[in-house]
Every structure is written in C-alpha cells, then in structure tokens.
C-alpha cells in the first residue's frame, strides 16, 4: 500500500503502470572519513559505497570488492531493496552519474555520465566545493536531458550524506537540525553535531548562498538541485530517498528566494520508505513543510515483518532506512503490482 507524507495521491496514482528511468547520483565526500559518522559501508572502504550500489543495482554483482557492502552489524546496503524492484518489475533504464566517485563503478553497456567532478572534502574541513560549478552542471544537464520512459526515479548513494545534509539545511538558515536521519539507529549525536559546528564556522558574513554550499555541502546535493531547476517539470521527477533529498529541496528553495524564482512542482515528487517515516530521530514531513512550494510525498508499506533473516529484521529495528533509490523503487514495486511477500522473497534470495 502507498501511503501520502504530503500532497495527494493523484501525482502518483498517474504513474501507475508507466515506465520509469531510474537514475543512480553517486558522489563521496570525505566526511565519511571522520571515525563513528557513518555505518553506510564496510569499514575503511567506505568509499566504495556507492561504486558497490551501482554494480550491484546494474548488475547483480560487485566487482570493485568481494563482498556487497553492508554496516558493522551486518546491515546490507538497501541496493537489495532496489535490485529486488527492478528483478521483478524492470526499469526501462538505469543510468548512473559519477559526481565525484574515488572509484568508478566496472559496468559495460549500462550509460554513465561523467562531469569532471572530484570528491569533495570533509564538511569539518570546509569541503572546497566550486558549488556553483557543480550547479551549472546540473543545471545543464537538466536542460538537455531526455528521457524515452514516463518518468524518472533519481536516488543517491553518498556516505554520510545525511551529515552533509543537516549542515546544509542549517548554514541555509532553516531550523530543521533535529529532523535529519542517519544510517545508524542510534544517531551519532555527539560526533555529528561537532562535525557540523565545525563546518558552520567556516562560514563568514560574507559568503554568499555558493559560496555557503561550497563549504557545507555535498556534490550530489548541489548537482541535483540544479539538475531540478533545469528539468524545470519538463517530465515526471520522483526523488528517490529521505532527507538527503529534503535538504536537496531545500537548496532548491532558497535558490528561487534569493534569485526571486519560482517553480512549478506538479510533475516533481518525493517517494522514501516507511523506516524514515517511523524514524523517532528525524522528521521527513517537518522538513518538506518548510518548502515555500507544494511537494507531493509518498512512502509504501514494506516491510521486512514477513521475513526471519535477522540481517533483514534491523531495517525494521532502524539500524537502516533508506538509500539507492530504496523507497521510491517499492513505490514503483507497487505502483506495478509486486506484493511486499514477493520483494522480500527476492531480497532474501540474495543473502542464501
């Protein structure tokens, strides 16, 4: 069952049935570096990350490690989550954007878009971003792009992008601190909240919105919101995660204040999992309702209650909640009629 965050259910009720382009932004910011930040990998290749998504979302398999990755406590990567969706009901197209990758992921066929983009440094260390180099590119990128499916899908796989997030949201001047998510069920308060202070006082009089993004932020962010103001409702848009993807709302937000824009969100959409909306330490809906704009938001039902894979029963516990396009790829699932029996079935299959 599909469930409304905000807005209503015609938007997603519109795409039952169509095809989708799911589209995978991939990016590291050396935040992940900072010991205790982030569980989103194996320890000490956290950077591998998103490159292991993006294998195993394409491809079935990894190729730049042995093993998928999963957290210390044996958590795996939610890539199964969308890797079960697109096995059972396929995606026409997956495309994956290289916005500062350490490692490239080692797929043929599959269409990867390179923008000359270099990781980005650790927040506490001022992340020396060009962000408006990394806008404009997204900008364009939105322009030109064409889609042959009815709509697009874009989820992010970016190690400690959640605290990249909260520090964005905060130095943009949005009171939202408490709201933001972790990949661990316990966030790591003490270690976060340090990282962002430190990030904030980076910060001076003078800087202008970029100039705020090149110190705080995170390139999957910067690119994306850019990538939204050029697709300009131009095609269907699903943002496929949390509140990393809230934060990149949010971004859109204060460039249409600050540049007296507006946009016309009808076609654009927010689609996570049911983890983030139960999770007691963050708040998706008091996020999205900080938007100056309207945002249609939705969360299926999975769960993993049907299975007895303890790896699987903590993303029910909150020691994961989303990522790789996870909850908008259980929309589609059910947007296409798979049954939360059948995607477990298929997740499970994966861990025999």
Same mark, same amino acid.
């Given at each position: 069952m599909l469930e409304n965050i905000t807005g209503d259910v015609d938007f997603i009720e519109n795409l039952r049935g169509k095809s989708a382009t799911f589209i995978l932004a991939l990016s590291n910011t050396k935040t992940y570096e900072i010991e205790g930040i982030t569980?989103?990998?194996?320890?000490?290749?956290?950077?591998?990350?998103?490159?292991?998504?993006?294998?195993?979302?394409?491809?079935?398999?990894?190729?730049?490690?042995? *093993? #998928?990755? $999963? @957290?210390?406590?044996g958590v795996p990567t939610p890539a199964l989550i969308t890797r079960a969706v697109h096995l059972l009901h396929p995606f026409k197209n997956i495309q994956l954007l290289n916005l500062g990758l350490e490692v490239e992921p080692k797929v043929d066929y599959f269409k990867i878009y390179n923008f000359s983009i270099k990781p980005s440094d650790?927040?506490?260390?001022?992340?020396?971003?060009?962000?408006?180099?990394?806008?404009?590119?997204?900008?364009?990128?939105g322009q030109d792009y064409q889609c042959s499916d009815d709509y697009i899908i874009l989820g992010e796989s970016v190690p400690s992008g959640t605290t990249t997030a909260t520090a964005t949201a905060v130095a943009l001047g949005y009171?939202?601190?408490?709201?933001?998510?972790?990949s661990f069920?316990?966030?790591?308060? *003490? #270690?976060? $909240? @340090?990282?962002?202070?430190k990030a904030l006082q980076n910060i001076t009089k003078e800087d202008d919105l970029f100039a705020i993004l090149s110190k705080v932020s995170?390139?999957?962010?910067?690119?994306?919101?850019?990538?939204?103001?050029?697709?300009?409702?131009?095609?269907p848009l699903i943002l496929a995660g949390g509140t990393q993807m809230a934060s990149v709302l949010l971004i859109v937000n204060k460039i249409l204040e600050v540049m007296q824009g507006e946009l016309n969100t009808s076609n654009l959409a927010l689609?996570?999992?049911?983890?983030?909306?139960?999770?007691?330490?963050?708040?998706?809906?008091?996020?999205?309702?900080?938007?100056?704009?309207?945002?249609?938001?939705?969360?299926?039902?999975?769960?993993?209650?049907?299975?007895?894979?303890?790896?699987?029963?903590?993303?029910?516990?909150?020691?994961?909640?989303?990522?790789?396009?996870?909850?908008?790829?259980?929309?589609?699932?059910?947007?296409?009629?798979l049954t939360t029996e059948q995607i477990t079935k298929q997740v499970e299959s994966f861990l025999l």
């Open positions: 569980q989103a990998g194996i320890p000490g290749m956290i950077h591998l990350t998103p490159t292991l998504d993006s294998e195993f979302v394409t491809t079935g398999t990894v190729r730049s490690l042995v *093993n #998928i990755a $999963e @957290t210390p406590k650790s927040i506490d260390k001022g992340a020396n971003i060009d962000a408006n180099a990394i806008f404009q590119k997204g900008l364009k990128f009171d939202c601190k408490d709201k933001f998510s972790s069920k316990d966030v790591p308060n *003490n #270690i976060r $909240e @340090t990282t962002i202070q995170d390139n999957m962010q910067i690119f994306v919101a850019g990538f939204i103001l050029g697709l300009n409702n131009k095609i689609a996570t999992t049911l983890w983030v909306v139960k999770d007691q330490n963050s708040d998706i809906k008091g996020l999205l309702e900080l938007l100056d704009f309207n945002i249609n938001s939705y969360n299926s039902d999975f769960s993993f209650d049907s299975s007895n894979h303890p790896a699987l029963k903590l993303y029910d516990e909150g020691e994961a909640k989303e990522g790789v396009g996870a909850g908008a790829a259980l929309v589609y699932g059910m947007l296409n009629g």
